[in-house]
């Protein structure tokens, strides 16, 4: 068992900057693939940003460039440093664990870029 705690919502205006935190109870956190999710009402829940147990990374195209996933695996700790915030990033933001048939997902945290 897996218990993630989301952590740095909150409201943000457009271009502004927020760090997310998920940080894992596991010990084990350094074989996980970890990744942020999003879902705004009404809408399905997307992936936005994934970083494998090497540290490969991947990102939707809509926040390319924008966004930088990272992990610090001495901290059992996964970020999401977010830029250049736009309204259509507001979503309740996920954090992921993953191996094997094993997948853990924390409570969420909002963000909503608003001015």
């Known amino acids: 068992q897996v218990q993630l705690v989301e952590s740095g919502g909150g409201l943000v205006q457009p271009g502004g900057s927020l760090r997310l935190s998920c940080a894992a109870s596991?010990?084990?956190?350094?074989?996980?693939?970890m990744g942020w999710y999003r879902q705004a009402p009404g809408k399905q829940r997307e992936l936005v940003a994934k970083?494998?147990?090497?540290?490969?990374?991947n990102y939707a195209d809509s926040v390319k460039g924008r966004f930088t996933i990272s992990r610090d695996n001495s901290k059992n700790t996964v970020y999401l440093q977010m830029s250049s915030l736009k309204p259509e990033d507001t979503a309740v933001y996920y954090c992921?664990?993953?191996?094997?048939?094993?997948?853990?997902w924390g409570q969420g945290t909002q963000v909503t870029v608003s001015s």
């Open positions: 970083i494998t147990s090497g540290g490969t990374t």
């Open positions: 992921n664990a993953a191996f094997l048939q094993m997948e853990y």
């Open positions: 596991r010990r084990a956190f350094s074989i996980y693939a």
